[in-house]
């Protein structure tokens, strides 16, 4: 707590004596112009890299270039005005990964040393998307370098996943030996039980979509601490409101027939749809700007 206070103290003092005048020795205009872009990153590295000296902190860590938001969001504005910003926020995310393992193909007979066993391939694909966007407008009030910010913003985003499995030794319960579930690499969530308590492994499951969407009104302050960069932050309050679709799971299995015999069989199974509302402060927002955060900004 001492390290925080002795850092803004150092933050606005050290700039006191030119706390009036805009523009610096060599004539470098301090506050934002028509025209000019800035982006925003997390302050606290740079603040506790800078703290830790004043502390004598052993192993002192370089500060990192940090997202605003746990959700990765980018974020940044655009001055029409010295007073007037547009200002955005967005994230988008595409992934696909795929792990393959190796496991035996079932023999009647125990292979005897050093014979191999024959091996086949298990593969497991996973994909997510996620997408974020945030924009809003932004007025600016001071003839200082204290700026106090306010205005209103618009975001939503949608975010989805699922995974899909490929065995390669296929059930078969009348064979010999018999080929079943326990045939099968555990990925770590595909090896299951369907309906019926019988084991299982997972062919594909798709989650539900989700969506979020909300409005917001922020305020915030910014202090410029040299030309065109300057520290602050904001709090926010608004309606926000969240929707997660049904999943989907599709399992393959042996179990028995009315007649008595194993058989193999598909099963799909959905998941619940869930849905939420939200009418307080938005520090919880995940497709939002960066709300109650202390940023560093970039202006050029």
Do not use: C
Not at 29 to 47: C, K
Not at 76 to 88: L, V
């Amino acid at each position: 707590m001492k390290k925080s206070i002795a850092l803004v103290a150092m933050a606005f003092g050290v700039t006191n004596a030119f706390a009036q005048d805009l523009t610096s020795k060599k004539g470098e205009p301090f506050l934002p112009e028509a025209g000019d872009y800035a982006i925003g990153v997390d302050a606290t590295p740079f603040l506790n890299y800078v703290g830790n000296f004043f502390g004598k902190t052993a192993a002192n860590a370089a500060p990192n270039w940090n997202f605003l938001t746990t959700n990765n969001a980018i974020t940044g504005k655009y001055f029409k005005d010295a007073n007037t910003a547009y200002r955005a926020s967005l994230r988008l995310g595409f992934n696909s990964n795929t792990t393959k393992a190796q496991i035996a193909q079932p023999v009647a007979t125990a292979p005897t040393f050093p014979t191999v066993p024959t091996m086949v391939e298990d593969k497991r694909k996973s994909s997510n998307t996620n997408i974020g966007i945030a924009v809003g407008l932004e007025k600016r009030r001071g003839k200082t370098r204290l700026q106090g910010i306010y205005g209103a913003e618009v975001g939503f985003g949608i975010n989805t996943s699922g995974e899909k499995y490929t065995y390669g030794n296929a059930l078969a319960p009348t064979a010999t030996p018999p080929v079943t579930v326990a045939n099968s690499t555990n990925f770590g969530t595909n090896i299951t039980t369907d309906t019926y308590g019988n084991a299982a492994r997972v062919t594909q499951r798709k989650n539900g979509l989700g969506f979020m969407f909300g409005v917001r009104g922020f305020v915030g302050a910014e202090y410029f601490v040299a030309p065109k960069v300057s520290i602050g932050g904001e709090f926010g309050w608004g309606i926000g409101f969240g929707m997660q679709g049904k999943s989907k799971t599709t399992t393959e299995s042996i179990g028995i027939d009315g007649s008595g015999n194993s058989v193999v069989g598909t099963q799909e199974t959905t998941g619940n749809k869930s849905s939420g509302f939200g009418f307080d402060t938005d520090n919880n927002n995940s497709f939002f700007g960066p709300t109650g955060t202390i940023r560093l900004n970039f202006h050029f």
